[in-house]
T-cell receptor, first 113, second 115 residues
Framework: GAGVSQTPSNKVTEKGKYVELRCDPISGHTALYWYRQSLGQGPEFLIY????????DSGLPNDRFFAVRPEGSVSTLKIQRTERGDSAVYLC???????????FGPGTRLTVT | QKEVEQNSGPLSVPEGAIASLNCTYS??????FFWYRQYSGKSPELIMS????GDKEDGRFTAQLNKASQYVSLLIRDSQPSDSATYLCAVNGADRGSTLGRLYFGRGTQLTVWP
């Protein structure tokens, strides 16, 4: 079956601009996670949704970052007033529920110039 | 805050050898452990999960868990050049049924298998 999909695959934006990153999880997976990964590091947790609600958003670095999952399927990560330090690969993962195996999408490479 | 430590490597082994990758974690309540493989420029791919003490085998891969020592390892038998990648150890602090789903990752160990 289809895996996790993410769009766009690459995004280049100027400092100060707003960006939206989209994630479409595996069908039937109720849990959805956002991570970001910098070069040479492991993925760093941002936010976790169980259904439509954010069950854990403690990884969001500041209030410029926000994510939604209005219908319990597709999720959008929104970044306002982007900074060069936001440049990273943003990864989305889904799982049948918490504590189960998480499957990652291909990621969105965000570059802030 | 959970800490997950891995030897960053690089680890280099000849084709056909056993590659041994190690990981330690700081939180004794951690219950779920995962190994991901990440090729350069790609996203992490789940290759093993382990929840109970002991060994779990899947093809050429064996995961070993020792909760008393807070240690998890991955053995790759008959290593192939196609196994060359970064291997990420991940830990989840939640029991099954809990709402805490986040994973804590190590920095990864880069493995090179040379022909």
């Amino acid at each position: 079956g289809a895996g996790v999909s993410q769009t766009p695959s690459n995004k280049v934006t100027e400092k100060g601009k707003y960006v939206e990153l989209r994630c479409d999880p595996i069908s039937g997976h109720t849990a959805l996670y956002w991570y970001r990964q910098s070069l040479g590091q492991g993925p760093e947790f941002l936010i976790y949704f169980q259904g439509t609600g954010a069950a854990d958003d403690s990884g969001l670095p500041n209030d410029r970052f926000f994510a939604v999952r209005p219908e319990g399927s597709v999720s959008t990560l929104k970044i306002q007033r982007t900074e060069r330090g936001d440049s990273a690969v943003y990864l989305c993962a889904s799982s049948p529920g918490p504590s189960y195996e998480q499957y990652f999408g291909p990621g969105t490479r965000l570059t802030v110039t | 805050q959970k800490e997950v430590e891995q030897n960053s490597g690089p680890l280099s082994v000849p084709e056909g050898a056993i590659a041994s990758l190690n990981c330690t974690y700081s939180d004794r309540v951690s219950q779920s452990f995962f190994w991901y493989r990440q090729y350069s420029g790609k996203s992490p791919e789940l290759i093993m999960s382990i929840y109970s003490n002991g060994d779990k085998e899947d093809g050429r891969f064996t995961a070993q868990l020792n909760k008393a020592s807070q240690y998890v390892s991955l053995l790759i038998r008959d290593s192939q050049p196609s196994d060359s990648a970064t291997y990420l150890c991940a830990v989840n602090g939640a029991d099954r049924g809990s709402t805490l789903g986040r994973l804590y990752f190590g920095r990864g160990t880069q493995l090179t298998v040379w022909p």
